[in-house]
């Protein structure tokens, strides 16, 4: 989980899982040893079939690699990416049976619990977007600013100084300073009114907008940022690079 997040419904959802499972192959057990088998005949039998009837689950390679991503989807298991679609799946009817059957959680403490985490969602989500926009506007773009006003009056100074020298990389690099500056605010502009366009009425729907929507904008003025940094002289630069941080 994240670093600011509680460790203690993640646990609840593994251990319910667990336990279920433990129940399952319980029974199962159970009922096959009333064939006359005994104890050990009727767990390797259990454990043999279970794994082989769930053995799509099963993968020898790297967990964390776009291999296991796409031989997921072939073998057709769902693959929930980002934390919208995961809290939109806690109130399904198969999460809620497995929560009343265990006497873990009822209908109504589940989707109670699945409002709260949604609205926390949304707030977060809203706020870091503001504060991505405020921060990129009062100190990133007036930085850049000004690298641009100091690299266009060196690249001016130098051409009428030096009429016959090209300075074609240097007009390049202005060029590119400029054309990201355009895209930054660009982006900046596209994030404060897609975060004014979110509903506010349906929280789950407003929770899927600000995901595909304002999770995406902020990616890219971050982007955006990133490039500028690797452009911008250090003494302008308004907060720490990834430079002085590692290093």
Same mark, same amino acid.
């Given at each position: ?122 707030? =977060?989500? !809203?706020?870091?977007?503001?504060? &991505?926009? /405020?921060?990129?506007? +009062? ?6 600013? @000004? ?6 009056? =060196?690249? !001016?100074?130098?051409?009428?100084? &030096?009429? /016959?020298?090209?300075? +074609? ?6 060029? @590119? ?8 605010? !660009? ?61």
């Amino acid at each position: 989980v994240g670093s600011s997040q509680n460790v203690a419904f993640p646990n609840i959802i593994l251990n319910t899982a667990v336990a279920d499972s433990i129940k399952y192959l319980r029974e199962q057990i159970e009922t096959t040893m009333k064939t006359s088998k005994t104890f050990e005949e009727a767990m390797t039998y259990v454990v043999s079939t279970t794994f082989k009837k769930h053995y799509r689950v099963v993968f020898n390679g790297d967990g964390y690699s776009e291999e296991w991503v796409v031989e997921a989807a072939k073998r057709g298991l769902p693959n929930f990416k980002n934390t919208a679609d995961c809290l939109g799946v806690l109130s399904n009817e198969k999460n809620i049976k497995l929560f009343e059957g265990l006497h873990v959680m009822t209908k109504n403490e589940v989707l109670s619990r699945q409002h709260v985490l949604i609205e926390q969602y949304n707030k =977060v989500i !809203s706020i870091e977007a503001k504060s &991505l926009i /405020n921060i990129a506007q +009062t100190s990133i773009v007036p930085a850049v600013m @000004k690298y641009q006003k100091r690299v266009a009056e =060196v690249v !001016s100074a130098v051409s009428i100084a &030096l009429a /016959n020298v090209p300075l +074609t990389q240097q007009q390049i690099h202005l060029e @590119k300073v400029v054309g990201e500056t355009e895209a930054l605010l !660009s982006s900046i502009t596209k994030l404060h009114d897609d975060l004014h366009k979110a509903p506010h009425a349906d929280e789950a729907a407003r929770m899927h907008y600000l995901q595909k929507n304002i999770t995406t904008g902020m990616n890219q003025v971050r982007t955006h940022c990133d490039t500028l940094e690797s452009m911008v002289d250090d003494d302008l630069w308004p907060l720490p690079k990834f430079s002085e941080i590692l290093f």
